[in-house]
């Protein structure tokens, strides 16, 4: 059973003393709650959630040294840090994911608004283990100890945070002596979840083949494509929105998203689909009509393509 803590406050808070606190089942802090599972040696899973009208900022010591993937489900998160070969500040928006590694820092995050952020916290060690093909711009960040690597969460990735904060938030309200969700699908879905951030993180550097400026052109175009799941934009409009050629527009997004600019569109739909399907528990119908589908066989249809499973037996056997 994950254990689970309001979070102390203190002057510096030492990352090792915090999960003390929480293992030890300490509460102080009100309106914030990290939960804790260990799920092997050098792998753990935390879910940080909270709530209050205020900023909340707390000095930190990073005396854990983990490589730690967060998906942040809601609100806004900070970090600044300062050693002796640099300083940096970095922002953790609802909707990014990073890669962060930094032992020995000391720093002080900022959390505001409703807070939810799913963390896979993995040894350095085991990391080279799990993942031997990681790429060379990472192996480098990693290396720097002084890791902060940022990119946008997709559709996939939130549904498995979701689902991770959901069965970790239930088990910290059952009696011990009730089984719970095994251990073993906790640890598949946090490599899993840390495997998409990886691919993410990935796909968002800069191709070489791009001009420098094509990059954050192509970006806002996927953030255009996808500000409604309901109908897509045509080509020519999302070209003549950000400036790009179609077919620049076109080969851009194979080259960065891995995908064609539809292609972006039907998987993160089918995705957000499936989510509210699990999460919200809505009906088939509904979603059909939410996800701008007139005919609830063509979803039906669409979502079988993509998952292999109809909505109506994912919602039965959910």
């Known amino acids: 059973m994950p254990a689970s803590s309001q979070l102390p406050m203190s002057a510096e808070i030492a990352i090792s003393t915090l999960l003390s606190a929480i293992d030890a089942e300490q509460t102080t802090s009100p309106g914030h709650r990290l939960l804790h599972a260990r799920l092997q040696d050098g792998l753990d899973l935390l879910i940080w959630r909270g709530e209050q009208p205020e900023p909340l900022s707390m000095n930190v010591r990073d005396d854990w040294g983990r490589v730690q993937f967060c998906c942040a489900l809601e609100g806004h998160s900070s970090f600044s840090f300062s050693s002796g070969r640099r300083s940096a500040e970095f922002a953790l928006p609802a909707g990014s994911a990073c890669i962060s590694f930094a032992p020995g820092c000391r720093g002080r995050s900022t959390h505001s608004g409703r807070i939810e952020n799913v963390t896979v916290s993995i040894r350095r060690e085991l990391l080279a283990q799990l993942a031997p093909d990681i790429d060379d711009a990472l192996r480098h960040e990693l290396d720097s100890e002084r890791c902060y690597m940022l990119c946008r969460s997709n559709a996939e990735m939130r549904i498995l945070a979701h689902s991770l904060s959901d069965v970790l938030r239930r088990q910290s309200k059952t009696d011990p002596r009730v089984p719970s969700r095994a251990s073993l699908w906790l640890l598949g879905q946090s490599l899993a979840l840390a495997s ?16 420098p400026g094509d990059h954050p052109k192509l970006l806002r175009a996927r953030d255009h494509l996808l500000a409604d799941l309901t109908f897509a934009p045509t080509i020519a409009e999302l070209a003549k929105q950000t400036g790009l050629s179609e077919r620049k527009l076109k080969s851009g997004f194979q080259q960065i998203f891995g995908n064609s600019v539809y292609g972006l569109f039907q998987r993160e739909r089918m995705h957000e689909a499936r989510r509210r399907l699990i999460v919200n528990d809505s009906p088939v119908m509904t979603v059909a009509a939410d996800m701008g589908y ?23 056997h959910r």
Request: charged share 20%.
């Open 196 to 211: 998409l951030i990886i691919d993410a993180q990935r796909n968002a550097a800069t191709d070489s083949l791009l001009r």
């Open 294 to 316: 007139a005919n609830a066989s063509h979803f039906a249809a669409a979502f079988q393509k993509e998952f292999g499973v109809t909505p109506s037996t994912l919602r039965k």
